[in-house]
Every structure is written in structure tokens, then in C-alpha cells.
């Protein structure tokens, strides 16, 4: 039952102008992974990093074979507002933006209060993936007091803050699509002690993996022990691997913390709002 599955994972939908703005933030440490498969939409992302009222730093992944100036890009990063330091780090290009974020970042990234990741979402053969990009990061980045509003949440008892579905994506009814088996060995390796099919037999999670959370609810992915070549070369499927059974489990690592999970609204998207209702 989908009523079932959102009472367990504490999952309750806000607009996030309903939220206030925090009078004052604590100074909580503050990690940005940013997987980069697209360096043209580099301008894009730094206009959207700017509103991070925090001093962040921010971990940078680009997959082999992606060409890539990476003074200019250092040069790019380094010029956001709040940015302390800007790590660089060539990568297989294996597990899209999953396997960069735990197996090149990973313990680095548990060492924060806070992590934020992010990738540059387009696609060469599904033009509404080329709005997808912006609405995510309308979301989770559209403007300083929006950033300001997730961060105070994620200072109480919130553990993880993500988009809506996008609203333009197909979805398979479960949300497990053929990843379920995947999704239960990941489970197993953890000691959660969960089935999915009887616990989860519908799933909610942040279409695209781009979110923002607290590093002890993110805890269990960001210390998984896995390597790039756990991960299957490219090209991969639109389903049915590793990397795309993490994704579905984005909501469930925090399983056992305690902590709630918030999906942001905009203004203007009420009938979707209602549709969850």
C-alpha cells in the first residue's frame, strides 16, 4: 500500500515558500558532489551553486573520455560565491554519477554535516530530459532563501531533501521496474535488516538521485565498500543495473535514523501537488 510505504519512510510533501527562511544558520560543514558528464553546462550550474548561503566545498567528478579543460573549469568553480576548496577527479566511466559518488568520494564526503549531489542531467535522445536538468535544480538551488529553508531542515529532524518526479517522466506503476533483486543484495551488504518486496512493494524515490541530506542518513551508501568495476562498463540500459537499483534506494539508506524526508514543491505546481494527495 503506497500510504503505507510514505508513513515508513517518514516522507511528507511541502511547498518549499511554505517553509520559512531560517533567521540564522548554524555553521554546519558543507559538501557539493557535482558529477560532470556535460562540461558545457558548467556556466549553468556555477549561476545555481551561487545561491548556497553556506562555504561549501565541492567535489567534482568527470568520467574518462569526456573532454574537459579542467584549469578552466577549476577557474569556473572557484569563482561561486561560498566555495572554499574545489576538488577534481577523473573517473571510470562506470556507474553514471552513483559509483563517483561512493567510490571517489565517498569516505571524503562522510567527514561533512551535509552533502548535496548533483549531475548534469541531459539527454541526446529524450529532449525532456533537457528540462529535467532545470526543474531538479529549480528545486533543490533556486534561490538563496530556498537553499536557506532546506538547510534549516535538514538542522532538525529532516534527513533528506529532494525534488518532486518530474512531471514530464513515465513511471512504472512500483517504482522497482526491474531492479528490485539488484536493490535487495545492496540491502543485505548494509545489515539493514529489510525485504523490499514485503516492506517497499511500492517505492518512492528522487528520480535522477539529486537531493540533498544529512551525511548520517546518507551514511550507509556513502560507506559502501565498492570499486568502479563493481559497476558494468557503458553502455548501460535505461534499467536493471547497480547503479539504477542505488537510485530507488536513495529514501531507504536512512531507514533506522529516525529522521523524515521532504519532497519541495514550487508555486505553480498545486495540481501536482493535489495528485498526491
Same mark, same amino acid.
Given at each position: 500500500d503506497e500510504n503505507a510505504v510514505i508513513g515508513r519512510l517518514k516522507l511528507k510533501r511541502v511547498f518549499i515558500d511554505d517553509v520559512p527562511v531560517p533567521a540564522k544558520l548554524r555553521r554546519s560543514r558543507v559538501a557539493v558532489h557535482l558529477h560532470l558528464f556535460y562540461p558545457d553546462m558548467t556556466p #549553468?550550474?556555477?549561476s545555481y551553486f551561487a545561491n548556497i548561503p553556506l562555504p561549501f566545498d565541492l567535489f567534482?567528478?568527470?568520467p574518462e573520455g569526456v573532454q574537459a579543460d579542467e584549469r578552466q573549469l577549476k577557474h569556473a568553480f572557484n569563482s561561486v560565491k561560498n566555495v572554499r576548496d574545489v576538488v577534481l577527479r577523473r573517473c571510470p566511466n562506470r556507474g553514471r554519477d552513483i559509483a563517483p559518488l561512493?567510490? /571517489? #568520494?565517498g569516505k571524503t564526503l562522510s567527514k561533512y554535516d551535509y552533502v548535496a549531489h548533483f549531475h548534469t542531467k541531459k539527454s541526446l535522445? %529524450?529532449?525532456?530530459?533537457n528540462v529535467w536538468a532545470k526543474f531538479i535544480f529549480d528545486h533543490l538551488l533556486g534561490s538563496r532563501d530556498d537553499v536557506s529553508r532546506i538547510l534549516g531542515m535538514l538542522e532538525k529532524d529532516v534527513g533528506m531533501v529532494s525534488p518532486p518526479d518530474f512531471l514530464m517522466m513515465p513511471e512504472e506503476p512500483s517504482g522497482w521496474? *526491474?531492479?528490485i533483486e539488484y536493490a535487495q543484495k545492496l540491502i543485505d $551488504? %548494509?545489515?539493514?535488516?529489510?525485504?523490499l518486496r514485503k516492506d517497499f512493494p511500492v517505492i518512492e524515490f528522487p528520480q535522477g538521485s539529486m537531493s540533498w541530506a544529512r551525511v548520517d #542518513?546518507?551514511? $550507509?551508501?556513502? *560507506?559502501?565498500d565498492l570499486t568502479f568495476d563493481d559497476f558494468p562498463a557503458e553502455p548501460i540500459g535505461?534499467?536493471? %543495473?547497480? /547503479?539504477? /537499483? #542505488?537510485?530507488?534506494?536513495?529514501?531507504?539508506?536512512?531507514?533506522?535514523?529516525?529522521? *523524515?524526508i521532504r519532497q519541495v514543491f514550487l508555486k505553480g505546481e498545486e495540481g501536482e501537488f493535489q495528485r498526491y494527495r
Open positions: #549553468f550550474i556555477c567534482v567528478s568527470i561512493i567510490c /571517489a #568520494f535522445h %529524450t529532449p525532456t530530459h521496474g *526491474s531492479n $551488504k %548494509t545489515g539493514l535488516n529489510l525485504d #542518513f546518507i551514511g $550507509k551508501l556513502l *560507506s559502501m535505461t534499467d536493471g %543495473t547497480i /547503479a539504477h /537499483a #542505488f537510485e530507488r534506494l536513495f529514501y531507504i539508506w536512512g531507514q533506522g535514523t529516525g529522521k *523524515s
